[in-house]
């Protein structure tokens, strides 16, 4: 059998070569890391139900005309996507104060913001992805002022239906991280959503109990990760059909 192409290994997917240029593979994998890989586990099945959401959040924002990598899943891991060059930034939106952002301004987990808040972090593992600011990411050519513009735009479309979706099945989106990537076309380029919507990158809390449904049940040992995620996955309607009932050899929807 032919062995493919590894193009890179993270912390929770690789990519493969895909099987047309300009297209790769990303395969989930059921590794969960936190604190830049301090924390380290194999969490049963997150790879699975990661595939399924970023598919389930990819697609709806390809169907209201907000660019993403994602082509089609292929199977329970793995989904086909454009490949593109990743802006070396995380962009984070915020609805309500938590994380990070508690930690450094002092603010209570929960706070409402006044307004959703995007911000930017330099993605570098040794430096422990760094927040920095436009003048850091112009100057040093991490990406062009209309990048910046495009970003902030791109992203805050992207919270508005992230929010809308998740209101509909009673979550709250508290934030999110998304990648940006750039595409050629001819001459032209254009940005658009890559790596991953799922919860690993998002906060997620139930709006009747403010039960937390995403990466902090692992960052901060609060029960099953893949229990909270199943859950998400229910609400949204996402699971494979028949995977709960499987008593034989079946070939899962
Ligand atoms: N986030 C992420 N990857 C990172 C850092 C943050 O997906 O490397 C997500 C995180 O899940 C949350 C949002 O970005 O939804 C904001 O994270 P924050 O800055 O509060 O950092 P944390 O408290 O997670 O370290």
């Not at 059998?1 to 070569?17: C, D, I, N, P, Q």
């Not at 593979?25 to 959401?53: C, M, P, S, W």
């Not at 934030?175 to 990158?201: C, H, M, N, Y």
Request: overall charge negative; proline content about 4%.
């Amino acid at each position: 059998m032919a062995r493919r192409t590894k193009v890179y290994e993270g912390k929770a997917k690789v990519l493969y070569e895909g099987p047309e240029p300009g297209t790769l593979v990303q395969y989930f994998k059921d590794d969960a890391t936190a604190n830049n890989a301090e924390k380290h586990d194999v969490i049963d099945g997150k790879g699975v139900l990661n595939n399924r959401l970023s598919e389930f959040f990819m697609t709806g924002l390809n169907a209201i005309g907000v660019p993403t990598h994602f082509i089609r899943r292929i199977n329970m891991r793995e989904q086909l996507i454009r490949a593109v060059e990743i802006i070396p930034l995380e962009v984070v939106v915020r609805n309500v104060a938590a994380g990070s952002l508690s930690t450094r301004l002092g603010l209570e987990e929960g706070a409402a913001l006044p307004r959703p808040i995007v911000e930017f972090y330099y993605k570098d593992d040794k430096l422990g992805d760094p927040l920095v600011c436009e003048e850091h990411i112009i100057a040093f050519g991490w990406a062009a002022q209309q990048d910046l513009d495009d970003m902030v735009a791109l992203a805050l479309r992207v919270n508005d239906f992230l929010s809308g979706v998740m209101l509909g099945v009673g979550i709250r989106l508290v934030d999110f991280k998304i990648e940006i990537g750039r595409v050629w076309e001819g001459d032209f380029q254009r940005l658009i959503i890559a790596d991953e919507i799922s919860p690993d990158s998002c906060r997620l809390w139930d709006m009747k109990t403010g039960q937390k449904l995403d990466k902090d049940v692992f960052r901060r040992d609060l029960g099953n990760l893949a229990d909270a995620y199943t859950e998400v996955a229910k609400r949204l309607g996402v699971m494979p059909r028949n995977a709960g009932r499987v008593t034989k050899p079946t070939l899962i929807n």
